[in-house]
């Protein structure tokens, strides 16, 4: 199975879970390493909890297409929404003072983990179509 | 199955009892500890070794728990397994909050 395809027409964090139980079976069926299914599944995870926070914006409501493909030495996470687009595309970064307790981030970790983790990101915003594609090399 | 450790005194101890600690989860604590911080707990021992997976939804529970609780605020994180460890790593929270893995109570 090279391919399989995930569509939510409403719902919002729980069908993180639901996803990511999708992933882990796609990679076991791929014979992909145990190390690399967990470093795709906080992918999948921080990139859909970022459609339900700031895409449909915690409403429970929008439809998301999920597509997981394998390459020829990756594997690819595609996820499209109708929400609200993004509205920076810089680089996500992740600075802050640990002595400084009251000015702790506490959002803005999903994306930093996504660039950290993936080999390839690329968001577009097309027709009210916005589309977050991810690669890994494996 | 949990396992038994010490709990350092003047610490109250909250076990995660979600095996993933996810979006769907972290709301329902997070309003639990604003209640536990707002009564005064300070100093909290977190066990996660019912947790699989955390993400930074529930990463979050404890970020915004640790501000509400100031300066007199000392969490301690244990049970935790390796892929949530790593999590920590990456994000680099584990500066400040005190990780411990699943196995090791001191």
């Given at each position: 199975?090279?391919?399989?395809?995930?569509?939510?027409?409403?719902?919002?964090?729980?069908?993180?879970?639901?996803?990511?139980?999708?992933?882990?079976?796609?990679?076991?069926?791929?014979?992909?390493?145990?190390?690399?299914?967990?470093?795709?599944?906080?992918?999948?995870?921080?990139?859909?909890?970022?459609?339900?926070?700031?895409?449909?914006?915690?409403?429970?409501?929008?439809?998301?297409?999920?597509?997981?493909?394998?390459?020829?030495?990756?594997?690819?996470?595609?996820?499209?929404?109708?929400?609200?687009?993004?509205?920076?595309?810089k680089p996500a970064v992740l600075e802050f003072d640990p002595e400084d307790i009251e000015n702790l981030p506490e959002g803005g970790m999903g994306l930093y983990l996504?660039e950290s983790?993936?080999?390839?990101?690329?968001?577009?915003?097309?027709?009210?179509?916005?589309?977050?594609?991810?690669?890994?090399?494996? | 199955?949990?396992?038994?450790?010490?709990?350092?005194?003047?610490?109250?101890?909250?076990?995660?009892?979600?095996?993933?600690?996810?979006?769907?989860?972290?709301?329902?604590?997070?309003?639990?500890?604003?209640?536990?911080?707002?009564?005064?707990?300070?100093?909290?021992?977190?066990?996660?070794?019912?947790?699989?997976?955390?993400?930074s939804?529930g990463l979050s529970v404890f970020l915004s728990a640790i501000k509400s609780a100031g300066e007199?605020g000392e969490f301690?994180i244990?049970?935790?397994?390796?892929?949530?460890?790593?999590i920590f790593a990456l994000t680099r929270l584990d500066r400040i909050f005190k990780v411990?893995?699943?196995?090791?109570?001191?």
């Amino acid at each position: 199975m090279n391919e399989v395809c995930i569509t939510f027409q409403s719902g919002g964090y729980e069908n993180t879970d639901k996803a990511a139980l999708v992933l882990r079976q796609f990679c076991s069926e791929n014979n992909i390493l145990s190390a690399e299914t967990d470093k795709l599944e906080i992918c999948l995870v921080e990139a859909l909890n970022n459609v339900y926070e700031h895409s449909y914006e915690n409403s429970g409501e929008g439809n998301v297409e999920i597509k997981l493909s394998l390459l020829e030495r990756a594997i690819r996470i595609e996820i499209s929404d109708n929400g609200k687009a993004r509205s920076s595309l810089k680089p996500a970064v992740l600075e802050f003072d640990p002595e400084d307790i009251e000015n702790l981030p506490e959002g803005g970790m999903g994306l930093y983990l996504i660039e950290s983790i993936m080999d390839e990101t690329r968001y577009t915003s097309i027709n009210n179509r916005n589309t977050l594609n991810m690669i890994k090399n494996i | 199955m949990s396992e038994k450790f010490a709990v350092p005194a003047g610490f109250s101890l909250i076990t995660i009892d979600a095996s993933r600690f996810t979006g769907s989860s972290a709301h329902e604590y997070k309003i639990k500890l604003e209640e536990l911080i707002s009564c005064g707990y300070r100093k909290i021992i977190f066990d996660l070794s019912r947790v699989e997976y955390i993400d930074s939804m529930g990463l979050s529970v404890f970020l915004s728990a640790i501000k509400s609780a100031g300066e007199d605020g000392e969490f301690i994180i244990t049970g935790v397994n390796a892929g949530i460890a790593r999590i920590f790593a990456l994000t680099r929270l584990d500066r400040i909050f005190k990780v411990k893995p699943a196995g090791n109570h001191n």
